[in-house]
């Protein structure tokens, strides 16, 4: 049997012994790896190219869905705000974190202009209009038209997904 946890450390050894960042995650359906990513951030250049991402990304496409609902995902460190955000919207069975920041962040920081791992869980809870990010309120009453139409078009149904049973 594989030890997911272990595939998950080597993972992020690797991409860091490549010059990538010190992340990884596996997913795991029935006893097997569904999916495995490093995180690609510095790669690609891409801020959205974390483990847990590109790791859900490849999952839903080879199983033709949006939900991992009998999927146990193993990340190496607590998840970033976006990745938690994705792993609540796939719904797994389970996910297994191998660190925690507190016992990382002598090592590795990622702190960004409006972002910092250790503050910005409160700073995400803030109502938006007090948050560093500036963000600005523009209203238009043509917008809640698109939502009407999607509501038309699935049959007077709010709810986007139905979760299967997991």
């Known amino acids: 049997m594989t030890d997911f946890a272990q595939r998950t450390i080597e993972l992020a050894r690797r991409n860091v012994a490549e010059g990538g960042r010190p992340f990884a995650t596996v997913i795991v359906k029935d006893g097997e790896i569904l999916a495995e990513s490093a995180n690609r951030v510095a790669q690609t250049n891409d801020p959205t190219a974390h483990a847990e991402i590109l790791a859900i990304r490849e999952a839903c496409t080879k199983l033709g869905t949006e939900h991992l609902v009998d999927c146990t995902i193993y990340v190496l460190a607590h998840p970033c705000p976006m990745c938690l955000g994705s ?17 990382y962040e002598q090592y590795y920081l990622d702190d960004r202009k409006y972002f910092e ?44 997904t139905v979760v299967p049973p997991g």
């Open 117 to 160: 791992v250790s503050t910005f869980y409160d700073e995400f809870a803030k109502p938006w209009d007090q948050r560093r990010l500036p963000m600005r309120y523009q209203p238009d009453d043509a917008v809640v038209d698109v939502y009407r139409l999607w509501n038309e078009r699935n049959g007077g149904r709010r709810r986007s």
């Open 87 to 103: 792993l609540y919207y796939c719904s797994p069975a389970e996910v297994v974190f191998l660190i925690t920041r507190e016992s």
